[in-house]
């Protein structure tokens, strides 16, 4: 069996904005929420962004506090504020937030939202402080001195390749340090994808079995993961023989809110579902039409076996965008999985490795299409090492139930280089994820290995 990934039709909402971008969003529908309650619709406020305290990044930091600030107020006059004032300067932004509010008075607004930035274990942290003036429309209906909190906004982002060229972070080097077990799993995993599907800017492990579906955590010291969710497939599945050489998917569907919910089709005659996690308890399923080939869909993630199966070219051609990008349309294919690469400067570069049904593995990037030669049946590609640059992970070219193991192969402009290699396993892996599982910055790679009755998760950091 195999990881798939493939993009059909539209992006989901953020898919191509900025790191930056972002968290600007983030911001302003904070912002946004907040002020629905203030007594007048249509106000005058001021806005800035302190930057990082870093004496090596000092320049790269001001010129993100002015993107942010730029970005938020594009965000706030799009919402009806009347007049958005950016203090900037550093004399500004650095005073206590009371301080700055007097300047924001000086300038003729009624609110200043007052943004402090912090790094912190891989991440750049944003809070902001929403603080009102001494101007006479606050007093009147408010009551109180100007200076006074009204509330506070927060967003949070991974230091990926733009924020750390910004911030002049040095990426995580791309070779591992370990590989151990992160999970023994009861039965064969179908399919698995990382991310944050709680909202808590921690990514989690989700992982499909034949009859239900897993979510882990990685928050322990002993390196081991957590099972803190399972919702049982069984009633949902029809009364029909199981396929010797079953088919599943799913997938992180991103809503316009910036929530996550996970779609999911067990086999190639079940309906496909949607459910959503909130940390606590599965909510769900629905029924997903068509999935997973609906046009509405975005990114889409499964598996199928390597071998008799395969993916046929009625599910492509595709491309990660409505804008011209990778397509595929070839013939049957055993996998394919798509990424969008941001560069230090903000620009998202689309690309897709394919697994053609001879065993070949194909990645396009850049308009640049490559032939990476033999390969097992699971890919994944992404930057792994927040260097901006492509990197593709594959199991080997090994017969089924084989002893195999997991390839990482760097993908610039001048042409592929061998990055690293794991461990020699004793089964197959059937699926690989990536995602910042642990929480301090870096990209973990995960990767499950077929077992006689279940599966055996690893974990590569």
């Not at 002015?66 to 919402?79: F, P």
């Not at 300047?103 to 891989?122: F, I, K, N, T």
């Amino acid at each position: 069996m195999i990881s798939l990934c493939w993009m059909v039709g539209a992006c989901p909402r953020l898919a191509e904005a900025s790191t930056v971008q972002r968290l600007s969003e983030s911001l302003h529908r904070e912002l946004a929420e907040l002020t629905l309650t203030l007594p007048r619709p249509t106000i005058d406020v001021a806005l800035c962004v302190t930057p990082p305290a870093s004496a090596d990044a000092a320049a790269g930091a001001d010129r993100l506090a002015a993107r942010l600030e730029a970005l938020v107020a594009t965000a706030l006059g799009r919402n009806g504020f009347r007049s958005v004032v950016r203090l900037g300067g550093a004399h500004a932004c650095a005073d206590p937030p009371e301080e700055a509010a007097r300047v924001a008075e000086g300038r003729g607004a009624e609110l200043l939202v007052h943004v402090a930035s912090m790094v912190q274990h891989g991440r750049l942290h944003l809070e902001g402080t929403i603080v009102r003036t001494d101007r006479s429309l606050w007093r009147d209906l408010v009551g109180g001195r100007g200076g006074a909190m009204v509330g506070q906004i927060f967003a949070s982002a991974r230091l990926d390749a733009e924020l750390r060229f910004y911030l002049a972070q040095p990426h995580p080097p791309l070779a591992p340090r370990t590989q151990s077990v992160l999970f023994e799993s009861p039965g064969p995993v179908l399919g698995m994808v990382a991310g944050d599907i709680d909202g808590d800017d921690m990514d989690e492990l989700v992982v499909l079995r034949r009859r239900a579906v897993d979510v882990l955590t990685l928050r322990q010291p002993d390196r081991r993961a957590r099972l803190v969710g399972t919702l049982p497939l069984d009633a949902l599945e029809p009364a029909v023989t199981a396929s010797r050489d079953p088919v599943g998917t799913i997938a992180l569907l991103s809503g316009a809110d910036g929530g996550r919910r996970i779609a999911l089709r067990v086999s190639d005659h079940s309906v496909g579902m949607v459910v959503s996690w909130d940390g606590e308890r599965f909510d769900g399923p629905e029924p997903l039409s068509d999935y997973p080939i609906d046009g509405a869909i975005g990114i889409l993630c499964g598996t199928v076996p390597r071998g008799r199966n395969t993916f046929e070219p009625r599910v492509v051609p595709c491309s990660p965008s409505p804008a011209p990008g990778p397509e595929v349309g070839a013939g049957p294919f055993w996998a394919v999985s798509y990424a969008n690469v941001l560069g230090p400067d903000g620009s998202s570069t689309r690309s897709v490795g394919l697994v053609l049904a001879e065993a070949r593995l194909i990645v396009t990037a850049a308009g640049v299409t490559r032939d990476l030669g033999p390969t097992g049946s699971a890919v994944w590609v992404g930057d792994l090492d927040d260097d901006g640059v492509l990197e593709v992970a594959h199991s080997a070219a090994s017969p089924p139930g084989d002893p195999d193991r997991l390839t990482v192969t760097t993908l610039p402009a001048s042409g592929p280089q061998d990055g690293w290699a794991s461990r020699t396993i004793a089964g197959g892996i059937g699926a690989i994820a990536a995602g910042d599982l642990d929480g301090d910055g870096a990209i973990e790679l995960v990767f499950a290995e077929l077992t006689p009755g279940g599966s055996r998760i690893w974990i590569v950091d």
